[in-house]
């Protein structure tokens, strides 16, 4: 269904639109926030509200609220909109919007008990696959979406209700998928090692395309390279970045579309999406500002109300970018923004005699109703930013790396102009986030974050401490800065006598188990494979010369860092890649952008770690699954229990 609203202001506005849904029995859910209207005849009206409601049946309530964040003034408007269960006597399958989705619904059991579907293919060649387990909550129905299905298939499901240690089965329903559409481009997969891991037969696939022409969907394929599942954000030019599975199913993506300033829509909307592709809640990059701004964010505020040419210290953020995770406790959810920031001329070298628009980076934590409660600022000296001696701003990028006004794997560039150095410069490039449960080494009582920045070649450790922290940076893990004389705060055991033991241009910086380690990295090797005096250069052998799937565990007492694996991925990927632990003990490596071939192909390994250990050099390859290009890939069980990290 979809919702409009309007509203008219004596003021000059802008409005801005908030919808909420309130279940039955339950709280209010914020589901979209804040987002400016369109003004016409003297009227603003909100961007569509498309809802969904695949919950539980009965009466919710269905709020909008409406904000002049000038005046401050609000005005609200609630209804009610009842839903009917469409099981009553029986279980019932329907369709959805995705052809390669069911909505399966059945009477629910008695509090106490649980419930689940178990589906598999009519011709029994395929594994049964499973749902997560929901607590049953009668009298309302239980609701489950279905995906994981190869396309115009049939399929039998049935619900498996738990009650102690007794499992019962439900009656079995058949479904028949629908055909991928014809307006949505399909990845094409091959097969270089035929894979045949049964524990995790599922591989989901972000499929960026940096360097293609088309605007792939995120799918999930199994290990013959069948497509399973899809979702399209419907942006033929970019696509959306999926930053994370989750538990129990759905997504978060960081999107196009336009939101408070109408000239900017790269990567402007943090949203959740269940496994049919509805919305389940979004918030927006203007909204975040001003949530930002009242919680005294000096660098957080919008680009638009900074004066031209912009003065030596103002700040402003711009995009969402790489990153957004949902393991925080209570279900809270962490995000990168990325910050510019005018600093003095000659700043980083910089040569143009201008002030100088530096890149760095936000973490922004928001809570269930996806509010902001917590952020960590990199240019903040007050929170361990600039001017402390682990991350000083002078510590220029590796390569020195700049952006332009549309430069390609930059965020959008809005401080530049007149008198304004004519390239930014991109100081930190943050690329993945990990929170890292308590207990820690010399840590019981709270949580923190660990960060990879690409362009210093380290992962960071900042004091979070579940929101009670300084946002100090505790550690940062990597080689020496030559440049700077700045030194990592681990030594690394270099067992193999590797002529380059540490990550360089890393992505997807993790630790497995729990948090009980090993991390795992997948190591682009960008300042390794450059040429001296930097990395090793044309001279390198082979080994050297490829990304490395890598994993090691350290010791933060001892400030050691030891190798578990260092694998050979067989191609340079300057950019992107996955790392993780599977729970078999066996390593899934996105090797997402090979240069030499052709087509810049992206591959899905699954590496047996054989021992001795550490392994070093060529991996035992499980899977091989070429395709294009990717941003991330994860292997797992099925849709609904993807990695944690």
């Known amino acids: 269904m979809t919702w409009t609203a309007t509203a008219t202001d004596s003021n000059a506005g802008p409005l801005t639109f908030q919808f909420n849904v309130t279940p039955p029995g339950g709280t209010l859910i914020m589901v979209k926030d804040f987002n400016v209207g369109t003004l016409s005849g003297g009227a603003w009206t909100a961007q569509p509200f498309v809802w969904v409601p695949t919950g539980i049946e009965g009466t919710y309530n269905l709020q909008v609220v409406i904000k002049d ?267 990168f923004v990325d910050v510019e920031k005018i600093f003095s001329p000659g700043t980083q070298g910089d040569t143009s005699g201008f002030p100088v628009d530096i890149i760095g980076d936000m973490i922004v934590v928001l809570d269930n109703n996806w509010q902001v409660q917590w952020y960590w600022d990199a240019f903040d000296a007050a929170g361990g930013g600039n001017g402390y001696a682990e991350l000083p701003v002078s510590s220029t990028a590796i390569f020195a790396d700049t952006c332009g006004a549309s430069t390609a794997g930059c965020p959008p560039i809005l401080l530049l102009g007149n008198n304004i150095a004519p390239l930014a410069h991109d100081w930190l490039h943050a690329n993945s986030l990990y929170y890292w449960p308590a ?26 401490k579940d929101g009670a922290g300084t946002g100090n940076i505790l550690w940062r893990m990597g080689s020496n800065h030559t440049a700077s004389g700045l030194t990592g705060d681990f030594s690394f055991v270099n067992s193999y006598n590797d002529p380059w033991p540490w990550f360089s241009h890393q992505h997807d910086v993790g630790i497995e188990s729990g948090g009980a380690g090993p991390m795992t990295i997948f190591d682009n090797g960008n300042t390794r494979v450059s040429n001296p005096p930097l990395g090793l250069g044309t001279g390198c052998a082979p080994y050297d010369c490829n990304s490395r799937g890598m994993a090691i565990m350290f010791n933060e007492s001892a400030t050691q860092v030891t190798p578990v694996v260092s694998f050979d991925l067989g191609g340079y990927s300057e950019a992107m890649g996955s790392a993780e632990l599977l729970a078999d003990g066996d390593y899934f490596f996105e090797n997402p952008i090979v240069f030499g071939n052709l087509n810049n192909a992206a591959y899905s390994l699954e590496i047996n770690p054989t021992p001795p250990a550490p392994q070093v050099g060529p991996a035992d390859v499980l899977t091989d699954i070429s395709s294009p290009e990717h941003y991330r890939g994860w292997q797992m069980p099925s849709l609904y229990a993807p990695p944690v990290t």
């Open 439 to 464: 207990p820690q080494d010399g840590n019981t009582t709270g949580s923190d974050f660990v960060w990879s920045s690409r362009h210093q070649d380290w992962v960071f450790k900042v004091d979070y």
């Open 69 to 335: 964040f000038v005046s401050s003034q609000t005005a609200t408007k609630s209804i009610s909109f009842h839903v009917t269960a469409i099981a009553s006597s029986g279980p019932v399958d329907e369709k959805t919007s995705n052809p390669l989705v069911a909505l399966f619904s059945a009477p629910s059991w008695a509090a106490g008990s649980l419930m689940r579907v178990n589906f598999q293919e009519q011709s029994g060649s395929g594994p049964h696959i499973l749902t997560n387990w929901v607590n049953c909550h009668p009298s309302n129905t239980m609701t489950f979406e279905i995906a994981g299905m190869y396309a115009n298939t049939a399929y039998n499901m049935h619900s498996q209700t738990q009650t102690g240690s007794n499992i019962t089965n439900g009656p079995t329903l058949s479904f028949t998928t629908g055909a991928l559409p014809r307006s949505v481009p399909s990845p094409k997969f091959t097969v270089v090692t035929a894979g045949k891991d049964t524990s995790n037969p599922v591989i989901l696939h972000n499929m960026i395309e940096l360097l293609g022409a088309a605007s792939y969907p995120d799918v999930a394929t199994g290990l013959k390279g069948r497509i399973i599942w899809y979702y399209y954000a419907n942006d033929a030019t970019y696509g959306d970045v999926l930053t994370r599975p989750l538990q129990g199913g759905g997504f978060l993506t960081l999107q196009y579309d336009v939101a408070w300033n109408p000239s900017v829509t790269q990567e402007q909307f943090l949203r959740q999406t269940d496994l049919a592709g509805n919305v389940v809640r979004e918030t927006n990059i203007g909204v975040l500002q001003q949530e930002l701004l009242a919680k005294g964010a000096v660098d957080g505020g919008p680009c638009t109300a900074i004066a031209r040419p912009a003065p030596i210290g103002s700040a402003c953020i711009g995009s969402f970018h790489h990153d957004a995770i949902q393991t925080l406790p209570n279900g809270w959810t962490a995000a």
